[in-house]
Structure formats: structure tokens, C-alpha cells
């Protein structure tokens, strides 16, 4: 077994590259026209920073009174159309809109209209004296950007088999937002290392090096319903090595291990974990070991079963208070821990209550507990309350 050693004994190769690089996703398996569990196994040779995944399916907003579009028409003009949409975002119906039939149009026109999300419909007009009577849908769309949170249930990344990070789309979503990152439609962000920490020295700190491991996986699971869902994608890595030296490129990192110098390998992965705990009406005193405190948390994160219902948490680590506070307005009572975490920069709408431990963006202001974490949540009614964890852990496992 390879000797590991300190800092000053490996020199960083100055002719390296230490940029980042980002590729299209090695391969999406799984994924069927109605939806499946997609994976995607990665290469355990690099070190992962973030994947952004591209989520379509036929998706249209529908309403009242839209702007239709000739396709095949001669002389079609002016008509609005009302457009229903079913839960999935497909078009079921469409109708003119009342007083606004159009003017020019013929049976066998064709014709499209404009929408908020969807595009690519075909509609074949029945027309009497210019104005449309009837619109048959030829055509129910292309796929379009969707909202991941709708689209994509379950996200589970696992290294070895074990599970690292076991949550959802909406989760993922969410914390993103929290730290007030910018998300178009149909983007979902995963992030390893987390750009809201470029604050840090070391911001990497947090990257998933996979020297040493045998497997790195990411399955999807895809809500069925939709029509033509798709999920693609890319990923940022490097080759850059995690050590107790710092970062090692992986040329020099192997040529250290080679002669027996090499510094040993740093991990600071951040976990995340779902915990669905049954909150009475009233003071709710979480049981022991939810969430687990064999590692430090970095955040937790609350959404109640019905919003507005959380009204006071107590954080209690080890017989010390760390946070306790109103949440939301509680009869006179002002908001207090949303308006505190909304005054260090993050945004406090995204959840219920978000207990934030590195409230400075370092991940060494984590909460280590010794012994055992305490709980308590205040809620009006008897509802079950979805907890994300965030925590730091030196292995994955």
C-alpha cells in the first residue's frame, strides 16, 4: 500500500491544466417513451463538479382567448382561440374564442397558436363564411423545456452502491433557489461543487473526487404521463486530486503515489438525504435519529405538509440551543428565522424553515453533535413534514 505523506513533499506541476471541463453525459440508459429510470454511470478517473440536466416533454400552458397562427391557410386572419390542457400538459381541446372566430378561413386550413411553454401544435379548421366553427387537433405538439420538478420524481446518486444523495427533482430545484441561483425552464442544476461557495479559498472543497472508487451512478426516476419526455444533459469535471496537500493534478498525484510520497486523500462531500417525520398538532419533539448525526450538518431544510403551518423551532444539539425562533407570522408575533436567514442573503420563501449552520457559506462552521440532536417543531395542525439534510462527510457512504 502506497505511503501518504504531507504537504510539502509534492510539488504542483506548473505545465498542468487545471481547468474545468464539460462533455455531453456518457450515455443515458433506461429511458422509454414513457418514462422509466434512466442512468448514467460515469468514469471514476476525474473529479465531478456539477451536472446540469435539460428536461423536455410536450408541454403546453393553454388559456383563453390565444393567438392563433395560420399554417396552410390562404387568407386565414384574426383569430383567437381558448386551448384546455390536461395535467400533463397536453392539449385536449380547442375551441375560438368567443366574438373572435377569425375572418378568411376554410375548412382544411391549418393553423397553430401561440403559447407560455408549448409548440409545434397543428390544428384543421371547419370554417363557414370565413369564420372558424371548429378546431380538430392533427397535431398535439413537440416536446418543449418542462418544469423538472414536474417531470423528474427521484434523484439518487450513489458511489459503491450506497446512496450519497437520495432526493428529487423539486428538492434539488429548491435548494438551488434557496442560494438564489438563476434556473431557466427545464433546467436542473446538480451540484458538487456548489458556486455559491466561491466565496471560500478552496471552493472545491466540496467536488466528488472519485480517485479510488469503483462506481459513480445517477438514476432518474421519470413521472409517467407525459408525452415525448426526454432528459439530456451535460456534466463539469477536471482531473484534479482532493489531498491534504491541496490540489494535485492527477499526472503529479500518480507520480507521488509511484514513489511513495503521496499526500492522502481529503473528501468533503456534501450528502443529502430525505426524513418524513409525523408532526402532531401542536409541539412535535422529533424522534432520536432523524435526521442521523454521524456526520456534521451543514443545513436543514423543512417543508411542511400544508405551507404556513410551521410556527417555532427549537435546534438543540448536545443540551445547547443553537436556534430557536418564531417562523412566519404567529398572531402579533413578527417572523423571525425566515427574516434572519433572508438578511445573510438567502432566500427564506423556498421552504417552511431552513436551519442554515454555515450561515457564512464554510463548510467548517458545520454543526458536529456528540451525542444527540434535539428537534422540536411547533405546528397548527397534524401533518407529516418532509426534512432535507445536508451534511459533510469524509467518505461516501
Aim: contains cysteine.
Amino acid at each position: 500500500m502506497a505511503k501518504t505523506t504531507t504537504a510539502s513533499r509534492v510539488s504542483r506541476n506548473p505545465n498542468a491544466n487545471f481547468g474545468r471541463l464539460i462533455d455531453f453525459l456518457p450515455g443515458m440508459s433506461g429511458l422509454t417513451p414513457q418514462g422509466g429510470q434512466p442512468l448514467v454511470n460515469f468514469d471514476c478517473d476525474r473529479r465531478f463538479h456539477r451536472v446540469l440536466l435539460n428536461c423536455s416533454a410536450v408541454n403546453f400552458t393553454g388559456g383563453t382567448s390565444l393567438t392563433a397562427t395560420k399554417i396552410s391557410s390562404t387568407s386565414g386572419a384574426a383569430l383567437l382561440v381558448d386551448v384546455t390542457v390536461n395535467a400533463f400538459g397536453v392539449v385536449t381541446a380547442i375551441i375560438p374564442h368567443a366574438g373572435n372566430a377569425g375572418t378568411g378561413w376554410v375548412t382544411a386550413d391549418t393553423m397553430t397558436f401561440t403559447d407560455k411553454t408549448g409548440t409545434g401544435f397543428i390544428g384543421t379548421v371547419t370554417a363557414a363564411a370565413g369564420a372558424v366553427t371548429a378546431i380538430a387537433i392533427t397535431y398535439g405538439g413537440n416536446a418543449s423545456p418542462i418544469n423538472p420538478a414536474t417531470l423528474v420524481g427521484a434523484i439518487q446518486l450513489s458511489v459503491n452502491g450506497s446512496p450519497i444523495v437520495d432526493t428529487t427533482a423539486s428538492w434539488e430545484l429548491n435548494r438551488a433557489l434557496f442560494n438564489n441561483e438563476p434556473i431557466a425552464l427545464g433546467q436542473l442544476p446538480i451540484f458538487f461543487t456548489e458556486p455559491w461557495r466561491n466565496i471560500n479559498r478552496w471552493p472545491e472543497i466540496t467536488s466528488w473526487d472519485m480517485a479510488g472508487q469503483k462506481t459513480f451512478a445517477m438514476k432518474l426516476t421519470i413521472n409517467p404521463g407525459f408525452t415525448s419526455p426526454n432528459v439530456t444533459g451535460i456534466y463539469e469535471y477536471d482531473y484534479i486530486r482532493n489531498t491534504v496537500a491541496g490540489e494535485i493534478d492527477a499526472p503529479t498525484y500518480q507520480s507521488a503515489i509511484a514513489s511513495g510520497n503521496a499526500p492522502a486523500p481529503m473528501l468533503h462531500i456534501i450528502a443529502r438525504h430525505l426524513f418524513t417525520p409525523q408532526l402532531s398538532g401542536g409541539q412535535t419533539i422529533l424522534p432520536g435519529g432523524t435526521p442521523p448525526i454521524d456526520w456534521p450538518i451543514l443545513r436543514l431544510h423543512f417543508a411542511a405538509g400544508t405551507a404556513g403551518t410551521l410556527t417555532q423551532a427549537i435546534i438543540k444539539a448536545d443540551n445547547q440551543i443553537y436556534e430557536q425562533g418564531y417562523i412566519g407570522q404567529v398572531g402579533t408575533q413578527m417572523d423571525q428565522l425566515r427574516e434572519m436567514i433572508t438578511e445573510y442573503g438567502f432566500n427564506a420563501t423556498i421552504f417552511d424553515y431552513s436551519y442554515v449552520a454555515d450561515k457564512t457559506q464554510r463548510i467548517q462552521s458545520a454543526l458536529k453533535i456528540g451525542a444527540e440532536l434535539k428537534i422540536q417543531l411547533t405546528s397548527t395542525i397534524q401533518e407529516i413534514c418532509t426534512i432535507l439534510q445536508e451534511r459533510v462527510q469524509a467518505r461516501y457512504e
